[in-house]
C-alpha cells in the first residue's frame, strides 16, 4: 500500500479512503472504509473510458452481473455507480499479497500440494463466476489475492467493458491489449468471440506460474508480436508442472476451447482433503507479517499537502418519510409515523412528510446553496404538513358547510391517500426522467394551484379533485426534494447534521401544523387553511428561486415503464385496502382482494427492480445488507410507532378529554425530544459510534417510553403519558438519523428519484399498516361495549392493547437492525473471516 496523495479523493461514494493499493490499465485502486466500518478496496476507472458512453454501458451491466457472482473463492462486488462522473466498482477487501508477488518477490514456486489447492479453489471460482453469465476474461497471477485459508478471484467480469472501446477488437483506440500477456487464450489474441473456455486456459497459464514461477509462453524474454504469436500457435513449455498436475494443465492449455475441461471437471479432478495448512510455513510468515503491516498501517498526509477533494461522484439515496394523522386526529407524528384520531372508523394516517438527506453527495464541491436547500425543503415539508394537519382539524367545518354526511368525509381522505402513496414512484421516476429541481418546482406550482382551488370549491366534487392534486404535487415534492438535498452535502459530517435537521424536523412539523390550522379554525373557517397553504408554497417557490439554475443534473435515464405500473398499481391497491378496512371490514372480499393485489404486485415489483442495482438495493453484504436492514428496520418501527401514537392520540381525546387542536400541542414534548435525539445526539455520535449502536438504542429507548407509557397511575390524565412521550421522541430521533444515514448510503444519481419513492413507499406502508391495526383494535373493543358508560373503558383497553403490539414490533425492529445493520458477509463454514 501506498500512502494517497494530494490528487487523490478524500472519499468516493460512502467510502472514506485510507491508502493506494495500486495501478493498473483500467484505473487506480484504493483501499476504503464505510462510515459502518467496513473495509473496501475501491477500483476507480480512468477519465479517458468515463468518458465513453458504451463503456459506461457495459461497465453498469458487468457489474450488475459481477453482484450476483457467489462461491467462497472470490471478493464479492459490494458497491458501484458506473453512473458517476468517475465510474467505480468497490469490491470486499481481501487481507492478502497477490499470488505475482508471492510467487515473483517472496517466495517462488510453489509445492505440489499448494498448486493442487490453488487449481481446486480458482475452478470452483471460475464456476461461481460463469454461473452469474460472465467471462472474467483476465485470470492472472495479480488476479488472485492469497490468504491463509485460500486463494481469492478478483477482478472477474469487469474487462468486458473495455471491449467497447475498439468494437470488440483485440487493442483499444489507444493500443493497449485487451487482457494481459502470458495470461491470454488463443482465442483473446485472434480477436474472436470469447467463451468460458478461454477463462479455463487462463487458469492454466496461472497454474503453469505457480508451479514454475516463470510466465507460460516466455512473455519477458520476448516481444510482444512474437509472444502473442506463441500463444496462439506454438505448445506450452510445461518443464517443472508437477505430474500429478501435468494432464489436467496441458489440457486447460488446448488450443481448441471445446477440448478444454469445464471449471466443475477441474474441480472434481482436483478435489482432495484440504490439508490444515495450503501453503509452506515460509508462505504463512509472509502472510502473517503482510498483515501485521496493514494493522500498522496509518498514513498521514504532510502538513504542507492541500487537503484532497472528493471525487465529483453524484450519488443518491433513498428517502425517509414521515407519515401524518386522519382527520380526526391532528397530532404529531413519531419519527417513524403519526397516530391516528380517536373517532368513528376512519382512513388510515395519509402519507406525508419528505425524506431526509443521504449520506451520499451528488457532486464535489459541495453544493454552495446547500443550507439554504435544506431551509427551502424544510419549507416544503412543513407546507404538505400544514395542509394535511389543518384540513384534518377541519373536518367537522367542512361536513357542516357542504352538507355532507359522516361517511362523505372517507373519500377526502382516500383521494389524498391514494393520490400520495400510490404516485410516490411515479414521482420518483419523473424526478429522475425530468430534473429534481423541475420536478421540485412543479410540485410546488401544482400545491399553489391545488390549495386555492380547495379554498375556492363550493361543491364536494371539486373538493375531492383538490385533495387528490394536492396528494399528487406531494408525491412530485417528496423525491425531488430528497434529490435535491442530497446533492449539496458531501461532507460527512454536515450530511450528519443536515440527517439531524431534517429528523427533527420531520417530528415536530406534524406539531406546528397542528397548532396554526386549530389557531386559523378557532378564529377563521377551513378555507382560510387552504389558502394559507396556498400562500405557504407562494413562499417556498420564491426561496426555492436561487436553487433553479444551479450546476446540471445527471443523465436522464430511460422511463421505467414497468416499474412505474407495478410500483403504482401495488401501492393503490395496498393503500385502498389498509384505508378503507375500517368501513367496510378485514374480512370484506373487496378489501381482501385489494390487500392480496397489493401484495403480490408488491413483490412483482421488488423482483422487477431486484435486478437493477443501481435503483433497489439487494439484500447483499456490506453496503446492499446495510440498506435493505435499515428499510425493513424502518417499516417496523414505522408501523409499532404509529400504531402506539394512534393509541395515545384514543386516549387523549377520549379519555383524557382533550379537543383534537389540544391533543395535537400534547405532542410537542415528543417533537422537542425527537430534536434532542437526531441533532445533538445521534448527528453528534454518528463520527465515533457504529449505527447499529445508535439505531438499536434508539429503538429500545423508544419501547421503554412505550412501556411507561402504559403506567396510568392518575387513571387518565396528561402527565401519565408525558414521560414516556418524552422518551419516545428522543429515542426516535436517536435512531431515525442513523437509519436515514444507513438507508440511504450509496446508489447512484440516475436512479436516485426511484430509489426515493420506493422506500418511502415502504416507510408509508409500515406506518398506514400500524395505524389501520390500532384502528382495528379500538374498533373491536368498542364493538363490545353495552352502554355509553363503556366507552372509555373501551378506549382505555385499545389503547393498552396497542401499546404493547408496538412494543413487539419495536423489538422486532431491533432484532433486524441487530442482524443485518453492520452485519459481515456470510461466509461458509471453515472460510476466515476477512475484508
Not at 499537502?305 to 401524518?324: C, E, G, I, M, Y
Not at 412530485?476 to 438535498?485: G, I, K, M, N
Request: aromatic content about 6%; overall charge neutral.
Amino acid at each position: 500500500m501506498k500512502p494517497l496523495t494530494s490528487q487523490d479523493p478524500a472519499r468516493i461514494g460512502p467510502y472514506r479512503l485510507i491508502a493506494r493499493l495500486g495501478e493498473g490499465g483500467m484505473g487506480l485502486v484504493y483501499l476504503g472504509r464505510s462510515d459502518a466500518g467496513r473495509t473496501v478496496a475501491v477500483k476507480v476507472v480512468q477519465a479517458e473510458y468515463a468518458g465513453n458512453q458504451e463503456f459506461r454501458r457495459r461497465f453498469a451491466r458487468e457489474v450488475t452481473a459481477a453482484r450476483r457472482v457467489g462461491g467462497e473463492w472470490t471478493a464479492e462486488v459490494l458497491d458501484a455507480d458506473p453512473e458517476a462522473e468517475v465510474p467505480w466498482v468497490a469490491t470486499r477487501y481481501v487481507p492478502g499479497p497477490d499470488l505475482s508477488t508471492v510467487v515473483g518477490k517472496d517466495y517462488g514456486p510453489l509445492p505440489e500440494h499448494s498448486v493442487l489447492v490453488l487449481a481446486n479453489r480458482l475452478a470452483l471460482a471460475l464456476r461461481a463466476v460463469h454461473g452469474a453469465g460472465l467471462i472474467h476474461r483476465d485470470l492472472k497471477p495479480s488476479n488472485v489475492l492469497v490468504t491463509v485459508d485460500g486463494p481469492r478471484v478478483i477482478d472477474f467480469g469487469i474487462a468486458r467493458a473495455m471491449d467497447s472501446l475498439a468494437g470488440d477488437s483485440l487493442h483499444t483506440r489507444t493500443g493497449m491489449l485487451i487482457g494481459s500477456p502470458g495470461f491470454m487464450s488463443p482465442e483473446q489474441v485472434r480477436g474472436r468471440e470469447l467463451t468460458p473456455a478461454s477463462d479455463v486456459f487462463c487458469l492454466g497459464a496461472v497454474l503453469v506460474h505457480a508451479a514454475t514461477g516463470r510466465l507460460l509462453f516466455g512473455a519477458a524474454d520476448t516481444g510482444l508480436p512474437a509472444h502473442l504469436f506463441k500463444i496462439a500457435e506454438d505448445e506450452p513449455d510445461l518443464t517443472g508442472v508437477p505430474a500429478s498436475l501435468l494432464g489436467l494443465v496441458r489440457a486447460c492449455l488446448a488450443k481448441d476451447p471445446a477440448a478444454r475441461p469445464t471449471p466443475q471437471e477441474i474441480a472434481d479432478r482436483t478435489a482432495q482433503e484440504s490439508p490444515e495448512e495450503w501453503l509452506p510455513g515460509a508462505v504463512l510468515a509472509q502472510l502473517g507479517r503482510h498483515a501485521a503491516g496493514l494493522l500498522d498501517f496509518a498514513p498521514e498526509q504532510p502538513a504542507d499537502t492541500p487537503a484532497p477533494q472528493p471525487v465529483p461522484l453524484v450519488k443518491d439515496a433513498a428517502p425517509q418519510r414521515v407519515p401524518s394523522p386522519p382527520a380526526h386526529a391532528p397530532t404529531v407524528p413519531a419519527p417513524f409515523g403519526a397516530p391516528q384520531g380517536f373517532g368513528p372508523p376512519t382512513p388510515p394516517a395519509h402519507w406525508t412528510g419528505f425524506p431526509a438527506p443521504a449520506p451520499a453527495g451528488d457532486a464535489a464541491p459541495p453544493h454552495p446553496h446547500r443550507w439554504w436547500g435544506l431551509v427551502v425543503i424544510t419549507l416544503a415539508q412543513l407546507l404538505v404538513l400544514f395542509d394535511l394537519m389543518s384540513f384534518n382539524l377541519a373536518a367537522p367545518a367542512v361536513q357542516a358547510d357542504l352538507g355532507m354526511r359522516t361517511d362523505g368525509l372517507s373519500p377526502l381522505y382516500l383521494a389524498y391517500t391514494l393520490a400520495f402513496g400510490g404516485l410516490l414512484i411515479m414521482g420518483g421516476h419523473l424526478a429522475d426522467r425530468i430534473g429534481r429541481r423541475r420536478t421540485f418546482v412543479i410540485g410546488l406550482v401544482g400545491c399553489v394551484l391545488a390549495s386555492g382551488l380547495g379554498g375556492l370549491t363550493g361543491g364536494e366534487g371539486p373538493l375531492i379533485l383538490a385533495r387528490f392534486l394536492q396528494g399528487a404535487c406531494a408525491a412530485l415534492l417528496t423525491p425531488s426534494a430528497l434529490a435535491l438535498v442530497t446533492s449539496g452535502f458531501t461532507d460527512t459530517r454536515e450530511r450528519h447534521r443536515a440527517l439531524g435537521v431534517y429528523a427533527a424536523t420531520a417530528a415536530g412539523g406534524s406539531a406546528v401544523g397542528v397548532l396554526a390550522g386549530g389557531w386559523i379554525i378557532e378564529s377563521a373557517n377551513w378555507r382560510v387553511c387552504l389558502f394559507a397553504a396556498a400562500l405557504l408554497a407562494v413562499v417556498t417557490l420564491i426561496a426555492a428561486v436561487p436553487l433553479v439554475h444551479e450546476r446540471p443534473e445527471p443523465p436522464k435515464p430511460p422511463l421505467d415503464t414497468g416499474g412505474i405500473l407495478l410500483g403504482t398499481a401495488a401501492l393503490a391497491a395496498l393503500g385502498y385496502g389498509l384505508a378503507q378496512a375500517d368501513a367496510h371490514g378485514w374480512t370484506d372480499p373487496l378489501i381482501l382482494a385489494a390487500l392480496t393485489s397489493g401484495v403480490l404486485l408488491l413483490v412483482a415489483y421488488l423482483v422487477w427492480q431486484a435486478g437493477r442495482t443501481d435503483t433497489f438495493p439487494e439484500a447483499s453484504p456490506a453496503t446492499g445488507l446495510d440498506r435493505a436492514g435499515s428499510f425493513l428496520t424502518l417499516a417496523l418501527a414505522g408501523c409499532g410507532t404509529m400504531a402506539a401514537l394512534s393509541a395515545c392520540d384514543y386516549y387523549l381525546l377520549g379519555v383524557v378529554g382533550f379537543s383534537p387542536a389540544t391533543a395535537g400541542a400534547a405532542f410537542l414534548p415528543l417533537a422537542a425530544g425527537a430534536v434532542v435525539g437526531a441533532t445533538q445526539v445521534a448527528a453528534r455520535l454518528m463520527p465515533r459510534v457504529a449505527p447499529r449502536v445508535l439505531i438499536i438504542g434508539g429503538l429500545l429507548a423508544t419501547a421503554l417510553g412505550l412501556v411507561l407509557m402504559t403506567r396510568l397511575d392518575s387513571g387518565g390524565a396528561y402527565a401519565d403519558v408525558l414521560p414516556g412521550l418524552v422518551l419516545v421522541g428522543f429515542g426516535g430521533g436517536l435512531a431515525l438519523m442513523p437509519l436515514l444515514a444507513t438507508a440511504t448510503a450509496a446508489g447512484g444519481p440516475g436512479r436516485s428519484g426511484v430509489r426515493a419513492g420506493t422506500v418511502t413507499a415502504g416507510q408509508n406502508l409500515g406506518s398506514v399498516l400500524g395505524s389501520a391495526l390500532t384502528a382495528a383494535v379500538l374498533a373491536a373493543e368498542i364493538g363490545r361495549v353495552t352502554s355509553p358508560d363503556g366507552v372509555t373503558t373501551a378506549v382505555l383497553r385499545a389503547y393498552t392493547t396497542g401499546l404493547w403490539w408496538a412494543v413487539g414490533a419495536l423489538l422486532l425492529a431491533c432484532l433486524t437492525a441487530g442482524l443485518m445493520i453492520g452485519a459481515p458477509a456470510a461466509r461458509p463454514a471453515g472460510q476466515a473471516p476477512g475484508r
